[in-house]
């Protein structure tokens, strides 16, 4: 039985305030990221991964290296440019206000259906998609291969990407359009999400057990969901 770990990388030093990073801006974590990525792998502890994915940008390679190193059992970290975070083209590296400002029209449009519409030089979150559920086919037939089809003993997969990939491979897990990715799903830094694909009927058809869980980043008295 596959069950999918998936997280988002921790914070960089140009995620306050947040802005666009995608493929083109390849930074790594800041200390506040670092402890962010610890705290995640003391939550996983207990947890003995069979794989461990990473989108080759830095900031998810050195995530899932500081998280790997508090496991138990510490498989290689693989790379897998499919998990990339989505190309925002000309909008890399500017806020949310900075693109208002400069390109309010296209935002407006891309905001209404983010899936079809691509961003300025950059991918749609059809094209994104296209890129999560390759990822997702060829993680449920190795695991298939590796321990049988139908295998009811949980073999969880650690998967370390970003926000908005994290987000549209979500939809596609669970067949939820992808249009609506932005409106339907958070993707907290260093976030838990865990996808469990047991009945055997592909990429689409995940239960989800956590969502953007984020209790091993806040004080024990601090609002859950905050």
Request: glycine share 8%.
């Given at each position: ?164 990939l994290n987000r549209v491979l979500v939809c596609v897990a669970t067949g939820i359009p992808v249009r609506e990715f932005r409106r ?20 689409s058809d995940a239960r989800i057990l956590l969502l953007n869980d984020t209790a091993h980043l806040h004080a024990p008295s601090a609002?859950?969901?905050?």
């Amino acid at each position: 039985m596959l069950t999918l770990v998936l997280t988002r990388h921790g914070l960089t030093a140009r995620s306050q305030p947040e802005q666009h990073l995608g493929q083109r801006i390849d930074i790594g974590l800041s200390a506040e990221g670092q402890a962010q990525a610890a705290s995640l792998g003391q939550r996983l502890a207990g947890v003995s991964f069979d794989r461990i994915v990473a989108s080759p940008l830095v900031r998810a390679r050195q995530t899932a290296t500081v998280v790997r190193s508090a496991l138990p059992a510490r498989p290689d970290i693989e790379i897998d440019p499919r998990l990339a975070e989505m190309d925002y083209g000309a909008w890399e590296g500017l806020t949310y206000d900075q693109i208002e400002g400069r390109d309010a029209s296209d935002r407006a449009r891309w905001e209404v259906d983010p899936e079809v519409n691509a961003c300025p030089e950059g991918e749609s979150g059809a094209q994104v998609a296209t890129r999560a559920r390759a990822f997702l086919v060829d993680l449920i037939a190795s695991h298939d291969d590796r321990h049988g089809r139908g295998s009811t003993d949980e073999r969880p997969v650690l998967a370390v990407a970003h926000s908005t990939l994290n987000r549209v491979l979500v939809c596609v897990a669970t067949g939820i359009p992808v249009r609506e990715f932005r409106r339907r799903f958070s993707q907290d830094q260093a976030n838990l999400t865990v996808l469990r694909f047991e009945h055997g009927d592909g990429p689409s058809d995940a239960r989800i057990l956590l969502l953007n869980d984020t209790a091993h980043l806040h004080a024990p008295s601090a609002v859950p969901w905050a």
